[in-house]
T-cell receptor, first 115, second 115 residues
Framework: GAVVSQHPSWVICKSGTSVKIECRSL??????MFWYRQFPKQSLMLMAT?????????EQGVEKDKFLINHASLTLSTLTVTSAHPEDSSFYIC???????????FGPGTRLTVL | AQKVTQAQTEISVVEKEDVTLDCVYE???????LFWYKQPPSGELVFLIR??????QNEISGRYSWNFQKSTSSFNFTITASQVVDSAVYFC????????????FGTGTRLKVLA
C-alpha cells in the first residue's frame, strides 16, 4: 500500500508556457501533500505543503504566483509552473502523508525541461 | 534550527567492500524521526528505514545496518558486501514528531560501487 503516482514523468516545454504536474495517492487518502524540487546533484528542497481544501504553505523564497498548488481532493494535488523559464528546469517530487502517519510516501518524480 | 549533514559527497568502492555513509543531525527537539532514502538513477526515492529518537537500538536488514548514536547525533548507514545495484544517492532526513511534518534532507551521498 501507500503508492503515490505523478504525471507526467517527464515534460519538455517552451519558455513562457505553463506546465501542470499531478500527484495522486492511489490507495490512501492524503491529508497533506508536499512538493519538492531537486536540481541536478543536489538535495531535495521543500517548496510547499498543501492540505486538502486549504491554501498551500510555501517555503521562504518560493514564488506563490509562479508555482500554483491546488489540493482539491484527498487523493490529488497539482503543481502548475506558470510562465516557465529555463531556470525552472528541475526534478519535481511530490509526497503524501497518510492520515496522522509520520511518514511521507514519495512519488516517482517529474523531470521538467524548459527550452 | 534543524539540520542534517552528510559530509561525504561521493564515495567509490569496489564490489563486495563494506561502506558506511555518515549522517549527523542537529535538532533541539527531544523526540524526532530519522530516515534514510535511496535514490537510484531513475530518481524515485526508495524508503530504507525510519528510526524514532527514543529507540537507539541498532538495526540490521540483510546487507544494510544502521547505527544510531544519540550522544553524537549520528545515524550512520552501513552496506555490507556492496553490490553494483547499490550505486545510488543516499539521503538522510530528519522530521519533528510534532508540529510541522516537514522533512529536512541532507545533501546526499553519491555511492558508486564498481564491479
Amino acid at each position: 500500500g501507500a503508492v503515490v503516482s505523478q504525471h507526467p514523468s517527464w515534460v519538455i516545454c517552451k519558455s513562457g508556457t505553463s506546465v501542470k504536474i499531478e500527484c495522486r495517492s492511489l490507495d490512501f487518502q492524503a491529508t497533506t501533500m508536499f512538493w519538492y524540487r531537486q536540481f541536478p546533484k543536489q538535495s531535495l528542497m521543500l517548496m510547499a505543503t498543501s492540505n486538502e481544501g486549504s491554501k498551500a504553505t510555501y517555503e521562504q523564497g518560493v514564488e506563490k504566483d509562479k508555482f500554483l498548488i491546488n489540493h482539491a481532493s484527498l487523493t490529488l494535488s497539482t503543481l502548475t509552473v506558470t510562465s516557465a523559464h529555463p531556470e525552472d528546469s528541475s526534478f519535481y517530487i511530490c509526497s503524501a502523508r497518510r492520515g496522522s502517519a509520520d511518514e511521507q510516501f514519495f512519488g516517482p518524480g517529474t523531470r521538467l525541461t524548459v527550452l | 534550527a534543524q539540520k542534517v549533514t552528510q559530509a561525504q559527497t561521493e564515495i567509490s568502492v569496489v564490489e563486495k567492500e563494506d561502506v558506511t555513509l555518515d549522517c549527523v543531525y542537529e535538532t533541539r527537539d527531544t523526540t524526532y524521526y530519522l530516515f534514510w532514502y535511496k535514490q537510484p538513477p531513475s530518481g524515485e526515492l526508495v524508503f530504507l528505514i525510519r528510526r524514532n529518537s527514543f529507540d537507539e537500538q541498532n538495526e540490521i536488514s540483510g546487507r544494510y545496518s544502521w547505527n544510531f548514536q544519540k550522544s553524537t547525533s549520528s545515524f550512520n548507514f552501513t552496506i555490507t558486501a556492496s553490490q553494483v545495484v547499490d550505486s545510488a544517492v543516499y539521503f538522510c532526513a530528519l522530521k519533528r514528531t510534532s508540529g510541522t511534518y516537514k522533512y529536512i534532507f541532507g545533501t546526499g551521498t553519491r555511492l558508486k560501487v564498481l564491479a
